[in-house]
Each structure stands twice: as structure tokens, then as C-alpha cells.
T-cell receptor, first 112, second 113 residues
Framework: KAGVTQTPRYLIKTRGQQVTLSCSPISGHRSVSWYQQTPGQGLQFLFEYFSETQRNKGNFPGRFSGRQFSNSRSEMNVSTLELGDSALYLC???????????FGSGTRLTVV | DQQVKQNSPSLSVQEGRISILNCDYTNSMFDYFLWYKKYPAEGPTFLISISSIKDKNEDGRFTVFLNKSAKHLSLHIVPSQPGDSAVYFCAARANFGNEKLTFGTGTRLTIIP
């Protein structure tokens, strides 16, 4: 069974630009969650999508958005990038009940 | 508001000895707890979990203990091996709906050969 695939693995963007990250979940998993990891802050929850609908949302500004397609693949978008958005962005897929996540390897975003 | 806290950012343990990683939580609605392990440049991988109806769960060298009255859980690794060097995250979820996992800030464990 293929794991969770995140693309790209690394990204360098300039302040003010926007970025789109992609996540393909494990086949059969309909839930996709996004987390931001920064040093000292652990994994901060961004949002979760289930069957193309946002099911949970964290406390991030509106510059962070996401969507999920009918094949369960998900994208997250960050607009008007700030230096503080530099982080590892992790995607996790789970079965319907959310009792266990499988993570991708993440996308390392650097904003300069 | 950090509902899941790992107060030790780092821990060093001699190879062969016991590693104890601690985690505290504040939300009394949490009923399922997990530990994840993360190596650099990789995503976290699931290690072990425990439901609130238990106070202990064991899987090989890994044991998780849950003290609900103290809102505290711990992960014991015995014996510690060099490959255990990683960042460990505890996570929790509430017992209603399809709640998300809430993660702690992580503890970097270093096993000294």
C-alpha cells in the first residue's frame, strides 16, 4: 500500500508570494489533515478535510487555505507569504474515525 | 493554548538504560493518546497508543502509562538503543465526533552509545 505522498519536498519562496503544497493520501483514506511544524511549537493543526469538506480548522489566519478533491488528494495554499511561514508542512491521512494518522515526509518551505 | 505539553525539550540517556518521556494534558475530554516518533527529514511515524479505559499498554520495548487523574502520560523505552534517537511527540484526541489529533511540542531523545 503506497504511503502518503507530499510534493514538493523542498520549496524556497520570496516574501509576499503564494505557494501551493500537495498531498496524496493512502488509498481508501478520505481524511486529510495538515500540520505546521516549527522549532519549539510542535505540530500545529491547520485544517482537516474529509470527503471534500473542511471538517476541522485550527487557529491560523485566512492566508492559509486548503481544499480536497474527489479522489481525496488535498492541496494547501498560503498567500502573501511571511518570513514566519517558514516551516515543515506535514500532511496526514487517516481512516474515517481519526484514531490514527499516517504522515507524509513533509514539504520544507523556506520564505526569504 | 497548549492543551498537550511536553515540558522536556530534550533528554539524553545511556544506551541500554531506560528512557522516560513525559506528557501532560489539560483537556479532560481527551480519551485516546498516541506517541509518534520523528526522524529528521521524515514525517512522524506511529509508535504506540492507549485508550483512557486502560492505564498501561505495552509493545515490545515500548510501554505507555496513563494517569487520568493527573492528566499525565509517559512513554518508557527499555532498553534504549541508538536507533531510538529521534523527536517524540505525544498526541491526544477527544471522545466525540471526528476530533483532530492535538500534538505536544516534542522531546528530542538522544541515546548515548
Amino acid at each position: 500500500k503506497a504511503g502518503v505522498t507530499q510534493t514538493p519536498r523542498y520549496l524556497i519562496k520570496t516574501r509576499g508570494q503564494q505557494v501551493t503544497l500537495s498531498c496524496s493520501p493512502i488509498s481508501g483514506h478520505r481524511s486529510v489533515s495538515w500540520y505546521q511544524q516549527t522549532p519549539g511549537q510542535g505540530l500545529q493543526f491547520l485544517f482537516e478535510y474529509f470527503s471534500e469538506t473542511q471538517r476541522n480548522k485550527g487557529n491560523f489566519p485566512g492566508r492559509f487555505s486548503g481544499r480536497q478533491f474527489s479522489n481525496s488528494r488535498s492541496e494547501m495554499n498560503v498567500s502573501t507569504l511571511e518570513l514566519g511561514d517558514s516551516a515543515l508542512y506535514l500532511c496526514a491521512s487517516s481512516s474515517d474515525d481519526n484514531y490514527g494518522y499516517t504522515f507524509g515526509s513533509g514539504t520544507r518551505l523556506t520564505v526569504v | 493554548d497548549q492543551q498537550v505539553k511536553q515540558n522536556s525539550p530534550s533528554l539524553s540517556v545511556q544506551e541500554g538504560r531506560i528512557s522516560i518521556l513525559n506528557c501532560d494534558y489539560t483537556n479532560s475530554m481527551f480519551d485516546y493518546f498516541l506517541w509518534y516518533k520523528k526522524y529528521p527529514a521524515e514525517g512522524p511515524t506511529f509508535l504506540i497508543s492507549i485508550s483512557s479505559i486502560k492505564d498501561k499498554n505495552e509493545d515490545g520495548r515500548f510501554t505507555v502509562f496513563l494517569n487520568k487523574s493527573a492528566k499525565h502520560l509517559s512513554l518508557h523505552i527499555v532498553p534504549s538503543q541508538p536507533g531510538d534517537s529521534a523527536v517524540y511527540f505525544c498526541a491526544a484526541r477527544a471522545n466525540f465526533g471526528n476530533e483532530k489529533l492535538t500534538f505536544g511540542t516534542g522531546t528530542r531523545l538522544t541515546i548515548i552509545p
